[in-house]
């Protein structure tokens, strides 16, 4: 099985793609790891803790890791599209299991030192908490496995700007750090999230499992629903985007996507061009790719995979 640590900042659509790599034999889901994001780092503990056991999988540990971007700047959160609690805002209880008292960077810093070349980090969120990993110690780039980016938009707009996708743009800089770190990172951005939805007949199969999993996720799928079409996302009737899903189901099986080696860099500090993942496609640069960055993906393959997974759960 695949080792794999999860950075996340829950989230609708981290509750969706962390359920995935529960229901995924491919994968030993070492930790979870919490950064700001979605809403405020602790309130992302809390749902990281309430997603494991919904599953029955609280001897998963979870960590708490950075409630700010990499520069010390104010925090952007994203309630508007996940609810103030992150879920939804649908009256969760609240789980009965604790965080641990170690610092999620610490943490990652010593799992992956202690284990080169065998951990997957799969970043669902900012990538603050890993790009801090990496500044205490740089051998932490090149001693992982690989790092699944969820973020980008290299041939599509962005959406929280023209140009740029929410992780990016909520951290720049961090996201420039890892970028540039050596580590081998997987661009999964919303080229591909744009093309996956979960159709209403698969959310119809889920509910129907009658699971701790399908009622958090049928309770909470309706503010994203609302969310999106308030926005203008356009999907299916009854549908649902879940963008951190794809992130997810490129390490279970990247044969779902179509993917170029490119040179990319993340703009930092110009206001209409924060957090864009400038790729070279033309190899204009002359510099080496540092990132593999999916580009198409079988839409249809992978939301039935998500179906069929969580509802077995």
Not at 109 to 127: P, Y
Not at 260 to 280: F, K, M, S, W
Request: charged share 20%; aromatic share 6%.
């Amino acid at each position: 099985m695949k080792r794999v640590i999860i950075d996340t900042d829950p989230g609708i659509d981290d509750a969706a793609a962390i359920f995935l790599a529960l229901g995924s034999p491919e994968f030993q889901v070492d930790a979870l790891t919490t950064v700001f994001g979605n809403t405020a780092v602790e309130q992302c503990t809390v749902n990281a803790l309430r997603i494991l056991e919904a599953a029955g999988r609280a001897d998963i540990p979870v960590y708490q890791g950075s409630g700010r971007p990499f520069n010390f700047g104010a925090p952007e959160f994203a309630e508007y599209i996940h609810g103030s609690d992150g879920l939804g805002d649908a009256g969760l209880p609240a789980p009965s299991v604790e965080v641990r008292d170690e610092n999620a960077v610490i943490k990652i810093v010593q799992s992956v030192m202690d284990a080169t070349g065998e951990i997957t980090f799969v970043a669902l969120g900012r990538l603050t908490n890993l790009a801090l990993a990496i500044s205490v110690e740089p051998r932490v780039a090149s001693s992982l496995a690989e790092v699944v980016v969820m973020g980008g938009a290299v041939t599509v707009p962005g959406n929280v700007s023209m140009v740029s996708s929410a992780n990016l743009w909520g951290d720049p800089e961090a996201a420039d750090v890892v970028y540039r770190s050596g580590a081998s990172v997987v661009q999964v951005g919303l080229d591909v999230c744009n093309k996956v939805e979960i159709s209403a007949e698969q959310l119809s199969r889920v509910w129907a499992a009658r699971t701790p999993v399908s009622e958090l996720m049928e309770k909470a799928t309706p503010f994203i629903q609302k969310a999106y079409a308030e926005r203008g996302r356009e999907m299916g009737p009854g549908a649902v985007k879940y963008n951190d899903v794809p992130a997810m189901s490129y390490a279970i099986d990247p044969t779902l996507f179509e993917t170029r080696h490119l040179y990319v860099r993340i703009a930092i500090g110009n206001e209409l061009t924060r957090g864009q993942t400038l790729a070279d496609l033309d190899g204009q640069t002359g510099e080496q790719p540092n990132t593999l960055v999916a580009l198409d993906v079988d839409g249809a393959r992978l939301s039935e995979m998500w179906a069929e997974r969580v509802s077995a759960l």
